[in-house]
């Protein structure tokens, strides 16, 4: 769906599940049992594709930081880092998470506004492990989770959205009204708990007991749908009533990434989110994908994995040196 490439940013299916038998990972008493669970989702995934597993007790703390500021893992699985692991596919669409907050937590992510294509995935991979593995269910329930938003399918269907302008309007809480009557919620960029800023907000389904895979999906796109209307209402209304301000913020975003000689990580991000809007108006011209890999690549842990820095500078200090030499290559200005 390439009209909404300039406000949904991915597409994302996560299924939870459990090992029937075994006790949720919060109260399990036997390293035996996680051990089994990541024995056998090892042996599963080998024969289903080809995926990096990596056992978050062979990593620095740093590395664990760095997959979760690239929405690879949770911050509940670092947590768990002794007996916890990830299994990442070769173009890191598919992620299987072992020993979190459920036993397994399957993801499987996309660019842009397409729920039906992780789904498809996911339930390939999904089904593999029900014939292989004895997976907690329930007639009534449906599938155990630890949580129990949970219960039922165990799926989660989330859109990763950029809403500049309804933030900039003021009008997020008239969305944030609409969004969670309709059994949808919102949260930040790194999902439940984090911070809103940027205009990057995350819409997915409340709950899934009581409703199918494809309704989840159906309801979730239904409010994607209503979001993106508001958003292109929005901008064409600042565009017609507030255009040279705009444009006026946004090339001093671009000015200050280019010569700053400190940069927070959070101003970081804001600053970006202007510069990203400035070439969705046209103002300035941007090299998409490798933008798009400044806001992990600037973030602390990755930037420590990419430079080394490791209090030889200051972090801003260094950040600033990165994002400035990157932006000059990828960004100009435009109309």
């Known amino acids: 769906m390439d009209e909404f490439k300039d406000v949904a940013i991915s597409s994302r299916i996560r299924l939870a599940r459990n090992v029937s ?25 080998s024969g289903f594709g080809n995926f990096d597993f990596i056992r978050l007790k062979n990593l620095s703390l740093n590395e664990c930081n760095s997959l979760l500021e690239r929405h690879i893992i949770s911050k509940e699985l670092i947590e768990n880092k002794d007996i916890s692991a990830v299994a990442i596919s070769a173009d890191e669409h598919l992620i299987v998470m072992m020993n979190e907050e459920d036993h397994l ?26 014939s292989e593995i004895d997976i907690a269910y329930n007639d009534n329930l449906g599938f155990i989770a630890a949580s129990p938003s949970n219960l039922g399918t165990g799926m989660r269907a989330s859109v990763m959205l950029f809403l500049p302008a ?4 003021g009008e997020l809480d008239i969305m944030k009204k609409e ?7 919102i949260r930040g960029l790194y999902g439940e708990g984090s911070k809103n800023y940027g205009g990057f ?40 009533s ?10 001093r975003a671009y000015g200050v990434l280019k010569e700053c000689a ?3 990580e959070e101003e970081m991000i804001k600053l970006f989110s202007l510069v990203k809007f400035g070439g969705v108006l046209g103002f300035l011209n941007i090299k998409e994908k490798e933008f798009e890999r400044l806001f992990t690549e600037g973030a602390s842990a990755n930037l420590r994995e990419l430079t080394n820095f490791f209090e030889i500078k200051k972090e801003d200090v260094v950040r600033a040196e990165y994002i400035s030499r990157k932006i000059r290559r990828l960004v100009t200005k435009g109309g």
């Open 166 to 169: 309804l933030e900039r309007r």
């Open 201 to 240: 907000y995350q819409i997915s389904n409340q709950n899934s007991l009581g409703l199918s895979e494809e309704e989840i999906i159906d309801n979730v796109s239904e409010q994607i749908f209503s979001i993106y209307e508001m958003e292109m209402s929005a901008r064409e209304d600042i565009l017609s």
């Open 262 to 264: 400190c940069l927070g």
């Open 105 to 130: 937590r399957l993801q499987c992510i996309y660019d842009g506004f397409n729920l039906n294509k992780p789904y498809r995935i996911i339930k390939a991979l999904d089904e593999r492990i029900l």
């Open 21 to 45: 038998g075994f006790n949720f990972f919060t109260k399990l008493t036997s390293e035996t049992d996680a051990e089994f669970i990541l024995n056998s989702m090892e042996r599963i995934l």
């Open 179 to 185: 969004v969670l009557s309709s059994g949808c919620t």
């Open 242 to 251: 507030d255009h040279l301000k705009l444009k006026d913020e946004i090339f």
